[in-house]
């Protein structure tokens, strides 16, 4: 029996762009999620910073985005912009 070769699915997020354009081809996209506390049961605001790649330079500050996991493409990017949803006001 041959056996496929399954590629595993790739993560995606849903974000804003915080910084655009102080650095090329690379935004700065905030993710936030609820989180519940340990003790008290509250459920608080947490916040995740990742760094993607945008090829195009289209995005700019206060858009929602779409990032991808993909490959590393440097030191601290492994993301990278898969569509924008919505450009900022």
Known sequence: M???AKTPRKKTLVGNVLTSGKMDKTVV???ERLAKHPFY?????RRVKYKAHDETNQC???D???IVESKPLSKSKRW???EILEKAK
């Open 2 to 4: 041959a056996s496929e």
């Open 29 to 31: 996209v905030s993710i």
């Open 41 to 45: 049961g509250k459920y608080v605001k």
């Open 60 to 62: 700019g500050a206060g």
């Open 64 to 66: 929602k985005v779409v």
């Open 80 to 82: 990278r912009v898969k």
